[in-house]
């Protein structure tokens, strides 16, 4: 009853107790257990069976000896002791295999909180990870974009600058066909003049004779 009593309130002699009890499971300790429990449950049958066949005996003589009385008594007494201690030692020994199985129990269950509180914390990190890149992944979208801008207004200078040298280069054509043809009535000009002298030279050499 005082281990029973023991096993029900949270105090340092419970941890002492479960670790005692603990030990006696260990190794050889379930057997001597069995053992010992075996012996006194035969015990407490043989003692239930003097004293019902004391009580028979009263029956069929129908007298009652003081003897037989005290007998019948002390077996009642040893049978009522020894079910009453089976019964105290199944109950600590189940109170022992509950309170052990509820500390596994509370254990796995911290463990599990623990997985669960790394995850939550790698999860926020995660979340955290993903909003950086994100955030990365606009200001690249940014740039990308004031890149494609900048690509297009070069493409339309280019665009323009071609333009220019394609008129640019008929104009330096247009120039070219009018220097030719300035240089082409420069000599003809120049032919003309030169007949115009000789005309007047031989003219004017006529003259003088």
């Given at each position: 009853?005082a281990?029973?009593?023991?096993?029900?309130?949270?105090?340092?002699?419970?941890?002492?107790?479960?670790?005692?009890?603990?030990?006696?499971?260990?190794?050889?300790?379930p057997?001597?257990?069995?053992?010992?429990?075996g012996?006194?449950f035969?015990?407490?049958?043989?003692?239930?069976?003097?004293?019902?066949?004391?009580?028979?005996?009263?029956?069929?003589?129908?007298?009652?000896?003081?003897?037989?009385?005290?007998?019948?008594?002390?077996?009642?007494?040893?049978?009522?002791?020894?079910?009453?201690?089976?019964?105290?030692?199944?109950?600590?020994?189940?109170?022992?295999?509950?309170?052990?199985?509820?500390?596994?129990?509370?254990?796995?269950?911290?463990?599990?909180?623990?997985?669960?509180?790394?995850?939550?914390?790698?999860?926020?990190?995660?979340?955290?990870?993903?909003?950086?890149?994100?955030?990365?992944?606009?200001?690249?979208?940014?740039?990308?974009?004031?890149?494609?801008?900048?690509?297009?207004?070069?493409?339309?200078?280019?665009?323009?600058?071609?333009?220019?040298?394609?008129?640019?280069?008929?104009?330096?054509?247009?120039?070219?066909?009018?220097?030719?043809?300035?240089?082409?009535?420069?000599?003809?000009?120049?032919?003309?003049?030169?007949?115009?002298?000789?005309?007047?030279?031989?003219?004017?050499?006529?003259?003088?004779?």
């Open positions: 009853m281990l029973i009593v023991v096993f029900v309130f949270k105090t340092p002699l419970r941890k002492l107790v479960i670790m005692g009890l603990d030990r006696v499971k260990r190794g050889r300790g057997i001597v257990v069995k053992t010992v429990t012996t006194v035969v015990v407490m049958l043989a003692t239930v069976y003097n004293a019902v066949a004391i009580q028979r005996r009263w029956i069929q003589e129908g007298e009652v000896n003081p003897t037989d009385q005290i007998l019948h008594a002390k077996h009642l007494l040893e049978a009522s002791l020894m079910g009453f201690s089976l019964f105290l030692a199944l109950m600590i020994d189940r109170l022992h295999h509950y309170i052990r199985e509820l500390r596994l129990r509370r254990k796995s269950m911290e463990a599990v909180k623990k997985q669960n509180r790394v995850f939550e914390d790698s999860k926020l990190s995660v979340s955290e990870e993903i909003k950086v890149m994100e955030e990365e992944m606009t200001k690249l979208r940014g740039r990308i974009k004031q890149l494609e801008t900048q690509l297009e207004e070069k493409t339309k200078e280019a665009s323009s600058a071609e333009t220019n040298a394609i008129a640019l280069k008929k104009q330096s054509e247009g120039f070219l066909l009018e220097y030719d043809r300035l240089l082409e009535e420069n000599q003809n000009l120049r032919s003309q003049l030169q007949s115009i002298d000789r005309r007047l030279s031989f003219s004017e050499s006529k003259k003088v004779m």
